[in-house]
């Protein structure tokens, strides 16, 4: 495996369920996040992980949990989602610890909720 | 509030048909801007990282200008491969940094 993986690629759930996503990354890059995409929206930067560390949290319901337990592994768990959650999640990683560096972005997985 | 507006939307271009995208920002002491290119069913990919307003960066047929209140992406005679969505982003400066998207401009050149 190369760059940045994610799986599911697509994930179908209902509102009661509970389900996670996982990204990896092959890169030896320092800092993790995860993205939001709407479509017809910007992408939405919802989680910030510099070396295992949350450092940012951008005003995200509880209903979404990120767990990062290495630097080349990062997790979404989900439960209770509502409809309006469907969209696509990426993963992306940097070299930097930080967003001012590039990002590779993983391919997303398309959620939808029923 | 940051903000990052790209225009237009939507672009239809004949192959070796020149053009620019805009991306226009009011992001608080830009500290850097990028371009990301991003294909159907695929994560953003990136391009260019431009910081200070009159830098440019080329790529192949693709050349990004900064100024201090906008950034374009220059396509000089595009190839139907270059169709895809094209999305700038903003960092703001300061200790609470934030990155703002624009919403991109999907570009399809035709044959």
């Known amino acids: 495996e190369t760059g940045v993986t994610q799986t599911p690629r697509h994930l179908v759930m209902g509102m009661t369920n509970k389900k996670s996503l996982k990204c990896e990354q092959h890169l030896g890059h320092n800092a993790m996040y995860w993205y939001k995409q709407s479509a017809k929206k910007p992408l939405e930067l919802m989680f910030v992980?510099?070396?295992?560390?949350?450092?940012e949290n951008n005003s995200v319901p509880s209903r979404f949990s990120p767990e990062c337990p290495n630097s080349s592994h990062l997790f979404l768990h989900l439960h209770t989602l509502q409809p309006e959650d469907s969209a696509l999640y990426l993963c992306a990683s940097s070299q930097g610890s930080g967003i001012d560096y590039e990002q590779y972005f993983g391919p997303g997985t398309r959620l939808t909720v029923t | 509030e940051d903000q990052v507006t790209q225009s237009p939307e939507a672009l239809r271009l004949q192959e070796g048909e020149s053009s620019s995208l805009n991306c226009s920002y009011t992001v608080s002491g830009l500290r850097g801007l990028f371009w990301y290119r991003q294909d159907p069913g695929k994560g953003p990919e990136f391009l260019f990282t431009?910081?200070?307003a009159g830098e440019e960066k080329e790529k192949e047929r693709l050349k990004a200008t900064l100024t201090k209140k906008e950034s374009f992406l220059h396509i000089t005679a595009p190839k139907p491969e270059d169709s895809a969505t094209y999305l700038c982003a903003g960092i703001s400066s300061g200790s609470a940094r934030q990155l703002t998207f624009g919403s991109g401009t999907q570009l399809t050149v035709l044959p």
């Open positions: 992980y510099n070396f295992k560390e949350q450092t």
């Open positions: 431009l910081y200070s």
